[in-house]
């Protein structure tokens, strides 16, 4: 028994030493596999390595500025230059017809005033909605459905029951607009830094083509044909426009930010293959940004200063421009001119003395005077790109606001109706002039992740200086002219001080992808 128990044990020790050396075995290989998987991890991150260091990397901006200028930047401009004459039309449509729905639906004052701050209302509620979606999704899809929006709701307008319908449509017409302006970004995307301040303000040259074009509209279909036919024809534009932007490409700095770089490296080669031109060598990679249309950026500590001042300047740009655009319609239709020359139609003064309404329409000569006060906002273009190249954007704004002041208070002055005519086309062409700087600059001064939400919160605070014009150029200027001009100047004035403390120069700056 006792052998027995010997055996038994030895057998025991023998199972056990073999079962240790086994586990031993099964930790070296082990370890031996795990020493290989480090070793060829290493292999791969330094080959990876050695792969990235032999290859080139490009940007967007350097992709732009190597295509450089060509038939594709011809064929945006003129596209995306046609927007502005759409635009020009719905905005200074409300100038022509005013003095008609006031005789046809006995309107007071304010009521005519309402009707262009109820567009504006509608542009400043948009204006924000659609630059979060441009950053969100897309500058063309924006652009695009305003397009159809405002064509859609303007022909709705020509068939206004009323007063009340009739200022629901606009406002409606105003909300479409607000998307089209997004088309600014989109063809600023495109431009090469040294391009845009020469290309640009010459965008002024289609909107004073709206302005030419609604007016003759006014002059040849109103007394014919009535105001109502005259909006259905000046729809027209818009809907050869919604054609044309099917050749516009979207945004490649959206689509990189966005994260679709073969869709923005496909955008890119169309544009050079236009052009004639090649990309950069290697590949395109820009960092995809997570948050875009953000708007807690565009009060962050690096741009804080920089959007509230920038609110304010367009916020005067805006609430300066349809001041002289209603202003110059609202002296010439109730004669509130001080002329020394005037003929007997300008002497008679339409001061409301319990009529209820004004039956005045324009005449001829005074669809004359609007028609030369329009090409005042293109005259002076060789100044304004002088100014943008050698003095830069801010000391551009400071100049041509102070000039504006100064010609507000000059349009009070008693001279002959030539006299008036040069002082309002000169006033034109300064306070255009001013909204092109301004639009460039907040173009250039954002980063491309904010870059339409900016834009739209800047046209938004536009809106709320052209809501308040019409009340203090078509009603306050019945009680007194001076008093009616001292509002604008003083606004120039305050802005040119702002406009100083701006802490961002942008000229030859290139565009920011992200903060």
Not at 91 to 116: F, G, H, N, T, Y
Not at 265 to 286: D, H, Q
Not at 376 to 397: H, T
Request: charged letters at 15%; aromatic letters at 12%.
């Amino acid at each position: 028994m006792t052998g027995g128990r010997k055996g038994s044990s030895m057998k025991t020790q023998l199972v056990n030493a073999i079962q240790l050396q086994e586990l031993e075995e099964e930790e070296v290989e082990v370890e031996v596999q795990q020493e290989e998987e480090e070793r060829s991890r290493r292999d791969a991150v330094q080959n990876k390595a050695s792969g990235t260091q032999g290859q080139k990397f490009y940007s967007v901006e350097e992709a732009v500025e190597s295509i450089g200028f060509g038939r594709f930047h011809v064929l945006l401009f003129i596209i995306m230059g046609s927007a502005n004459i759409v635009e020009a039309m719905e905005i200074m449509l409300l100038a022509v017809v005013s003095p008609e729905i006031r005789c046809e639906w006995r309107l007071e004052d304010w009521q005519v005033a309402l009707v262009s701050t109820m567009v504006f209302l509608g542009f400043m509620v948009c204006g924000v909605l659609c630059g979060y979606v441009a950053d969100k999704y897309g500058r063309w899809k924006v652009v695009f459905g305003g397009f159809v929006w405002a064509a859609y709701f303007s022909v709705l307008t020509s068939f206004a029951p009323s007063y009340g319908w009739f200022i629901f449509l606009r406002s409606m017409v105003g909300c479409g607009v607000a998307a089209t302006s997004q088309g600014f970004v989109l063809k600023t995307e495109f431009i090469p830094a040294k391009h845009r301040a020469f290309l640009l303000p010459l965008a002024s040259i289609f909107w004073m083509l709206g302005s030419l074009l609604i007016i003759i509209l006014g002059m040849t279909v109103v007394p014919t044909l009535g105001w109502r036919w005259m909006i259905r024809l000046s729809v027209i534009p818009g809907l050869i426009l919604i054609g044309l932007f099917q050749f516009i490409p979207e945004s490649a700095r959206f689509q990189v930010s966005a994260g679709n770089v073969e869709g923005a490296v496909a955008t890119l080669k169309w544009i050079a293959k236009m052009n004639g031109a090649t990309l950069p060598e290697g590949e395109l990679r820009e960092p995809v940004v997570t948050e875009r249309g953000n708007a807690v950026t565009l009060i962050s500590p690096s741009f804080r200063r920089t959007s509230l001042l920038l609110w304010y300047s367009w916020f005067v740009a805006s609430f300066s421009y349809y001041g002289s655009v209603l202003s110059s319609s609202e002296l010439l239709e109730k004669n509130l001119l001080c002329v020394i020359d005037a003929d007997e139609k300008h002497s008679i003064k339409h001061i409301k003395e319990g009529e209820l309404c004004y039956c005045i329409p324009f005449n001829m000569a005074d669809y004359q005077t609007l028609l030369i006060s329009c090409l005042g906002e293109v005259a002076l273009i060789p100044l304004n790109i002088g100014l943008l190249n050698v003095v830069g954007r801010k000391s551009s704004m400071i100049i041509l606001l102070l000039l504006s002041a100064i010609f507000f208070m000059l349009v009070n002055i008693c001279t002959t109706m030539f006299g008036f005519t040069v002082l309002l086309f000169l006033l034109r062409s300064l306070v255009s002039m001013n909204f092109n700087v301004v639009y460039i600059y907040t173009a250039e001064v954002y980063p491309t992740s904010v870059r339409s939400i900016g834009m739209g919160f800047c046209t938004s605070f536009s809106r709320i200086g052209g809501m308040i014009a019409p009340f203090i150029a078509q009603v306050l200027m019945s009680k007194s002219v001076l008093l009616a001009l001292c509002p604008f100047s003083v606004a120039c004035c305050l802005c040119a001080v702002g406009t100083v403390l701006l802490p961002i120069e942008t000229r030859g700056r290139a565009l920011l992808q992200k903060e």
